[in-house]
């Protein structure tokens, strides 16, 4: 435990890519596999449940620190971060424990789920006495599942490959699931992920999925795009779905949905169980599920004759139940958009042109012969700017806009483009004029900094007699380092009332925020639901007042 508490310290401490990875190489080559495997587990994103009520464990320091409630409070708001602030507040302790870190894992800290308060109150302190400063922190991040720290999965990927002297590509397949709620992360799989390459390693994949290849954000103006792409005919353009990227495998007579978020989501789809009958083993496909229903006289431009891509929001609806009832498989049907193939009767097909992997795709698909097994279309054009003419539909579709991907260019791990070239070519964000309400401190290097705001718009036109603000969105990213320093500033002068972390502040701030997506929503005060929200520049220019309302939020909807 005191080994990766020392390994986080200096990834904390550092922004240098070089320092990260060097410090990850020498802990992997220290560390025993049964330590390696949870901390490659927790350092590529893998985090498990909350462990223990975030109030235990507030009311058991404030117990054993001897502080008054209010005073642990405020040092809470003074640090910004639970776990450091009861390091900080505990007494100091001598490091006397000589576990590693799956041995705290495994035997000290996951029994505690489920445990009473009254048990908590007799172990955790206990635990907690064995542990200097450094480890106790660490200790209460991963029981509160808030760990977090600046390492990127690829990084990871790379100290490991650098370490067992293998590709790193070979190691980014291999690490694919590794990090799902449903694995348990064992000496067994780490050695795995360092092993030497064998040749039967692809016979025994199971149902483990490839790497996703991800896009670059593609922004210059179309008439740009014969100079830095060559012409329309070497690229193969499809619409840009909003739904979830995901796999579909099928090896071994079953049958494996996986989501880009590396999450097995078979059991969320159980209209894709007769797939297992009409794929061949040996197939990997890659595409897009979204919620479809059926539109009068096959209106969708894009699929004729065929049902209609629906919002995001209600294939989210779906997603938020924990059981799938009859009613909301009826309600939100799905299919999977098909636009790659990865496998065939057992064969990697990575390395075959994007030409030859759609032509075998759309013979899949066609011979599969399934309602929810489609193939996204591909889109013709002239030129440029002609699909840039076709592009303004977006919207009208319920798409994001268009992707476009280099006819030979092979699948590739991440977003890279030693493999050839995929470009998003997203339409430009809704937008409105909101009103800074509310602010809380962010995270890591954020943490004494209020960086996360609640945003608001009017419910009323100017000329209303009365208007009132009402939050809408939430966002944290968009502005300079430089602008969040000044933010931070006028947040604390302005504060009029604290929930908490929470500070109500004065309206005076106004921001364009920008977002992919937009509907109704009943869990909402506003009625409305955005997707992905952002700052996208603070406008200084305008006051409170000029903000925009709820017309202008319920116009956007249409």
Same mark, same amino acid.
């Given at each position: ?20 990875? +060097? ?6 080559? /220290? ?5 390696? +495997?949870?901390? &490659? ?20 320091? &404030? ?27 505990? =007494? ?19 029994? *505690? ?8 109150? /007799? ?22 599942? !808030? ?14 490959? %650098? ?18 709620? !449903? ?7 780490? *050695? ?22 991800? #896009? ?5 103006? #179309? ?31 079953? $049958? ?80 999977? @958009? ?27 698909? +066609? ?7 489609? %193939?996204?279309? &591909? ?5 440029? *700017?002609?699909? +840039? ?6 919207? !009208? ?51 004494? *900094?209020? !960086? ?16 009132? @603000? ?30 908490? =972390? ?10 364009? $925020? ?18 992905? =929200? ?25």
């Amino acid at each position: 435990m005191k080994a990766f508490a020392e390994l986080y310290a200096e990834l904390d401490a550092t922004t240098s890519s070089n320092a990260k990875l +060097a410090a990850m190489q020498i802990y992997f080559a /220290q560390a025993s596999p049964q330590d390696a +495997a949870w901390a &490659v587990y927790f350092l590529a994103g893998g985090r498990p449940r909350q462990l223990v009520p975030v109030r235990i464990l507030r009311e058991l320091a &404030v117990t054993v620190s001897g502080l008054q409630p209010w005073l642990f409070e405020e040092s809470y708001q003074a640090v910004g971060d639970l776990a450091e602030t009861i390091s900080l507040v505990l =007494p100091v302790a001598h490091h006397r424990s000589t576990e590693g870190l799956a041995t705290w894992i495994e035997d000290k800290l996951l029994p *505690l789920r489920g445990e009473s308060p009254s048990v908590l109150a /007799q172990q955790l302190p206990t635990l907690w006495s064995q542990l200097d400063r450094a480890s106790l922190m660490l200790c209460i991040k991963l029981i509160t599942g !808030s760990f977090r720290v600046g390492v990127y999965r690829q990084l990871v990927t790379r100290a490991l490959a %650098a370490m067992a002297g293998l590709d790193s590509k070979r190691v980014a397949q291999r690490m694919v699931g590794y990090t799902d709620l !449903s694995n348990r992360p064992s000496a067994a799989s780490y *050695l795995k992920l360092i092993a030497a390459e064998s040749g039967d390693e692809h016979a025994q994949r199971g149902g483990q999925p490839y790497p996703f290849f991800l #896009a670059h954000a593609l922004s210059q103006p #179309a008439g740009q795009f014969e100079a830095l792409l060559g012409p329309a005919s070497q690229w193969l353009v499809e619409w840009k779905w909003d739904g979830i990227r995901a796999q579909v495998i099928k090896r071994d007579g079953r $049958l494996w949905i996986w989501s880009r978020g590396e999450e097995l989501v078979t059991e969320r789809f159980p209209e894709f169980d007769h797939l297992v009958h009409g794929l061949p083993d040996g197939t990997v496909i890659d595409g897009e599920i979204v919620a479809w229903k059926s539109a009068p006289h096959g209106t969708d431009a894009s699929l004729p004759g065929i049902p209609a891509v629906q919002p995001f929001a209600l294939l989210q609806q779906r997603l938020g139940r924990k059981t799938l009832g009859k009613k909301i498989l009826e309600e939100v049907p799905v299919v999977i @958009l098909a636009y790659d193939l990865l496998e065939w009767h057992g064969a990697d097909w990575r390395n075959q042109s994007l030409a030859k992997r759609r032509t075998q795709l759309e013979t899949v698909v +066609a011979t599969c012969n399934s309602p929810v097994l489609l %193939a996204s279309p &591909v889109l013709i054009g002239e030129n440029w *700017l002609d699909l +840039a003419q076709q592009r303004e539909a977006s919207r !009208s579709l319920g798409v994001e806009g268009m992707m476009l991907k280099a006819r030979d260019s092979l699948y590739g791990v991440g977003r890279t483009k030693d493999m050839g070239a995929w470009w998003k070519w997203k339409v430009d964000p809704f937008s409105v004029d909101a009103v800074l309400i509310y602010a809380q401190r962010g995270n890591g290097r954020r943490a004494n *900094l209020y !960086s996360d705001y609640t945003f608001a718009v009017w419910d009323g036109p100017p000329d209303a007699s009365e208007r009132t @603000l009402v939050p809408f969105a939430k966002a944290y990213s968009g502005l300079t380092d430089e602008e969040l320093r000044q933010v931070d500033s006028i947040v604390r002068k302005t504060t009029v009332e604290k929930f908490g =972390p929470v500070n109500s502040v004065k309206p005076s701030l106004v921001f364009e $925020l920008g977002f992919e997506g937009i509907a109704l929503s009943k869990r909402h005060k506003s009625g409305i639901a955005v997707r992905f =929200p952002r700052m996208l520049r603070w406008r200084q220019d305008k006051s409170v007042e000029d903000a925009d309302d709820l017309g202008t939020l319920q116009k956007l909807l249409g």
